[in-house]
């Protein structure tokens, strides 16, 4: 079994999600009391949210790429970087190291693609539905992206920052991601891609009439797989 590396902490509400997923996998597969081998650097979220909001994506990537080395030096053989907004300095982090870095998007356009569909929604943050480190990477796989409009999409990232992040669960904001899902299923969306990692703590598969895709779910199956060596 290799050892997992996780860059986490953004926001540990997801982090905990990839921990326990990656034990239980693991523990299904193997039996008995195995469980994952991981190693965790868990960052403070309000630091890297000061960056986000000064624009100072280079000084995010420095500091994880730096934290990604360190995982390396103590023996991580495989890195998870345990967040979607981020992986908008993955270029940073995976130029640092010399372990695989097991991208959040390629993961999940594999995942898609596998069930046969072309066409998909997204929904995230801000960062993630209007900037392109996420769009370009799904498109250059052969997905059309479908976004929700704008005071929708404002919905969406402010129920993430203000409510997901810290542990809220609102019915009243799940109710208005069924409605968004709904109206990009109208629009032609084949799926949905929950990019964000928090989101699946809001909405699950019923409350779709099109598949979802969980990025934190399927991440962490891409993680198990290559770690068991499957």
């Keep these: 079994m290799k050892t997992i590396g996780l860059l986490g902490g953004m926001s540990w509400e997801s982090t905990a999600i990839y921990y326990r997923e990656l034990n239980k996998q693991v523990q299904a597969r193997l039996g008995g009391l195995h469980s994952a081998k991981i190693i965790l650097h868990s960052v403070d979220f309000h630091e890297i949210e000061l960056m986000m909001r000064s624009g100072d994506w280079?000084?995010?990537g420095d500091y994880l790429a730096s934290a990604a080395q360190g995982l390396e030096k103590a023996g991580a053989e495989l890195l998870l970087l345990c967040t979607n907004t981020i992986h908008k300095v993955a270029h940073q982090i995976e130029a640092a190291i010399s372990i695989p870095f097991l991208h959040i998007a390629d993961a999940t356009a594999h995942e898609i693609k596998r069930n046969g569909l072309?066409?998909?929604g997204l929904l995230g943050t801000s960062f993630t539905m209007e900037e392109s480190f996420l769009i370009d990477r799904f498109q250059s796989q052969g997905l059309s992206v479908l976004l929700p409009g704008p005071e929708q999409r404002e919905i969406v990232h402010r129920v993430i920052f203000e409510e997901l992040c810290l542990g809220k669960i609102n019915p009243d904001s799940r109710q208005a991601y069924k409605s968004i899902v709904a109206s990009m299923a109208a629009e032609g969306a084949q799926g949905v891609i929950l990019g964000c990692?928090?989101?699946g703590n809001l909405i699950t598969q019923e409350d779709s009439?099109?598949?979802?895709?969980?990025t934190t779910t399927i991440?962490?199956?891409m993680?198990?797989?290559i770690a068991l060596g499957d």
């Design 219 to 221: 991440h962490v199956h």
């Design 223 to 225: 993680a198990i797989n």
């Design 118 to 120: 072309d066409t998909i």
């Design 58 to 60: 280079a000084g995010i």
């Design 209 to 214: 009439p099109v598949p979802l895709f969980d």
């Design 197 to 199: 990692t928090e989101i």
